[in-house]
């Protein structure tokens, strides 16, 4: 069983960059591949970054491409969002994934394991 826990949440200001952290327990990390996912109330949530085990290719959804960039650190355990150009509608509750598989997917149920989110919350 893999435990994920998502920090570094928080209010800024549009324009401000945050980082999000996501350290896992419980599973051998390498072996996984991670996602990280938003929601908003009453909508569905949904793909926004997404890193492969072995390699770490990346993926990102198109409307956060060219300001958010996910990297992992196998050796802690720890999956980052770094977050730049921060816009209003990037609020939301930011949701780390895991996934057995060896392939990025945008899909939430293609997912094993979740953390308990983070909330970000950017102002005009």
């Known amino acids: 069983q893999v435990q994920l826990v998502e920090s570094g949440g928080g209010l800024v200001q549009a324009g401000d960059s945050l980082r999000l952290s996501c350290a896992a327990s419980?599973?051998?990390?390498?072996?996984?591949?991670m996602g990280w996912f938003r929601q908003v109330p009453g909508k569905e949530r949904e793909f926004v970054a997404g890193?492969?085990?072995?390699?770490?290719?990346?993926y990102y959804a198109d409307s956060v491409k060219g300001r958010f960039t996910i990297s992992r650190d196998d050796a802690k355990s720890t999956v980052y969002l770094q977050m730049i150009s921060l816009k209003p509608e990037d609020t939301a509750v930011y949701y780390c994934?895991?996934?057995?598989?060896?392939?990025?997917?945008?899909?939430?149920?293609?997912?094993?394991?979740w953390g308990q989110g983070t909330q970000v919350t950017v102002s005009s």
């Open positions: 419980g599973g051998t990390f390498s072996t996984y591949t």
């Open positions: 890193i492969r085990r072995s390699g770490g290719t990346t």
């Open positions: 994934a895991a996934r057995r598989a060896a392939f990025v997917s945008w899909r939430t149920g293609d997912y094993d394991y």
